[in-house]
């Protein structure tokens, strides 16, 4: 069965720090989000892509955030200098179509930012 | 504004006890999809139940259903002889119909079945 994957599943950064989280969603899918969940929390939305731009981001969704995908594949979130804050679950999520289909998550990448 | 409540945070039962999650939403579209995700303690994020706002025909699937009632804002879950594999947190969403996807979780009510 088709599943979204993510890399790394663990990354440790020095605050203030490049981060650049990859995601391969699943292959014929056309929607692309970020989530996040702070430890303990619930997950909150980030931002979503479709036909190579951003659909909708959220409050959370700074300057410091970005999103590329950079070829037919790969999705990526680059949080461009790390904040202590920033450390939480990142889920990359794909569907096939944006209002009326489901979100199919990835297994995660837990960033620790010391 | 999109509103997703789970006002249940923790729910321990022993195994084979049945157990209801309640989730409660707010929303002024007429348009809106709920769902459930499970989140087992490997942190993954799995589907299971996608619900359209003009089905509120409830679901049945194994030992899990779902009952949706527009009139009282609820989504509730059910699982019938909980397993001990059915520990995991469990979160409610809520996506409206207008836009191209964004979820609004609910913060999630922790299941643990002991044995």
């Known amino acids: 069965e088709p599943e979204v994957t993510q890399t790394p599943s663990h990354q440790v950064t020095q605050m203030g720090q490049e981060v650049i989280l990859r995601c391969v969603p699943i292959?014929?899918?056309?929607?692309f989000y970020w989530y996040r969940q702070i430890l303990g929390q619930k997950v909150e939305f980030l931002v979503s892509f479709y036909n190579n731009e951003i659909s909708e981001k959220s409050e959370i969704f700074d300057d410091q955030f970005s999103v590329e995908r950079p070829d037919g594949s790969n999705f990526t979130l680059k949080i461009r200098s790390t904040k202590l804050e920033d450390s939480a679950m990142y889920f990359c999520a794909s569907s096939d179509r944006g209002s009326t289909d489901t979100q199919y998550f990835g297994p995660g990448t837990r960033l620790t930012v010391l | 504004a999109q509103k997703v409540t789970q006002a249940q945070t923790e729910i321990s039962v022993v195994e084979k006890e049945d157990v209801t999650l309640d989730c409660v939403y707010e929303t002024r579209d007429t348009t809106y999809y709920l769902f459930w995700y499970k989140q087992p303690p490997s942190g993954e994020l799995v589907f299971l139940i996608r619900r359209n706002s003009f089905d509120e025909q409830n679901e049945i699937s194994g030992r899990y259903s779902w009952n949706f009632q527009k009139s009282t804002s609820s989504f509730n879950f059910t699982i019938t002889a909980s397993q001990v594999v059915d520990s995991a947190v469990y979160f409610c969403?809520?996506?409206?119909?207008?836009?191209?996807?964004?979820?609004?979780f609910g913060r999630g009510t922790q299941l643990t079945v002991w044995p």
């Open positions: 969403a809520l996506r409206r119909g207008s836009t191209l996807g964004r979820l609004y």
């Open positions: 292959s014929n899918h056309l929607y």
